[in-house]
């Protein structure tokens, strides 16, 4: 089966056009199936990877998403990248008494994937529309 590549615009346009009629969907799964049936009104040879429209998704400004996860092993390195949108992590510190800082965790710049030491495996997601802010 021959298989056509969108472009981001492409199926950002989808996206907004789904999550716009349905308000919220609570799965990536259903999101790619409907995203996907809208882009093939465009194209019947388009398709687009869940990893990357999980990527559009929860960076997209028109959606807020929730991530659900469960806690991991503490060793596995996450080497700074979010495991949602590959993103730079940032790392969430504290102060100490002494005076120092101790690193509690890691939050993505770019979506809301967040996480203690003991890193959060992300499971599901639910994704909500919201208002665009006017730039
Ligand atoms: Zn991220």
């Not at 991991?72 to 940032?90: A, D, F, Y």
């Amino acid at each position: 089966m021959a298989y056509s590549v969108p472009s981001d615009e492409e199926i950002e346009d989808a996206l907004r056009y789904v999550m716009r009629r349905l308000k919220g969907v609570n799965s990536l799964r259903k999101l790619r199936e409907l995203v996907i049936k809208e882009l093939q009104n465009t194209d019947p040879e388009y398709t687009v990877s869940s990893k990357r429209l999980r990527k559009l998704a929860v960076t997209a400004p028109f959606i807020h998403t929730e991530i659900y996860a469960t806690r991991g092993e503490r060793k596995k390195s996450l080497k700074g990248r979010c495991p949602v949108c590959e993103n730079k992590l940032e790392t969430t510190k504290n102060e100490t008494i002494f005076g120092g800082t101790v690193t509690l965790g890691y939050k993505c710049k770019r979506c809301p994937y967040w996480t203690t030491l003991k890193r959060r495996i992300p499971l599901r997601y639910n994704f909500e529309y919201k208002m665009e802010e006017k730039r």
